[in-house]
Nanobody, 120 residues
Framework: QVQLVESGGGLVQPGGSLRLSCAAS????????MDWYRQAPGKQRELVAV???????NYADSVKGRFTISRDNAKNTMYLQLNSLKPEDTAVYYC??????????????WGRGTQVTVSS
């Protein structure tokens, strides 16, 4: 059974930093492309950052230069370093990967999310 568990969210002042973690189980983590999404109140969920199984990364324009995605395959964990945080970064942040299985078919796996609030 696939499990994705986020942690590291919290309340931070503008300009501050946080480090989010996503611990994965039930998958061969090193083979998977992994993503961070976020959803602010009243808005659609949006893609924030992507890291491929090979370690290539890509970012939404709104976070480029401020956020850094990384992974530790030995720990089955993905990270998102959030720097220079702005109030508009306030959202629930979700870990995601796409599952393709001969048994279960193809589907999206999501964590439950971790809340990031940027406020003075």
């Amino acid at each position: 059974q696939v499990q994705l568990v986020e942690s590291g969210g919290g309340l931070v002042q503008p300009g501050g930093s946080l480090r989010l973690s996503c611990a994965a189980s039930g998958i061969i983590f090193s083979n998977k492309d992994m993503d961070w999404y976020r959803q602010a109140p009243g808005k659609q969920r949006e893609l924030v950052a992507v890291i491929t199984s090979g370690g290539s990364t890509n970012y939404a324009d709104s976070v480029k230069g401020r956020f850094t995605i990384s992974r530790d395959n030995a720990k089955n964990t993905m990270y998102l370093q959030l720097n220079s945080l702005k109030p508009e970064d306030t959202a629930v942040y979700y870990c995601h990967t796409r599952i393709r299985s001969f048994v279960s078919g193809e589907y999206d796996a999501w964590g439950r999310g971790t809340q990031v609030t940027v406020s003075s």
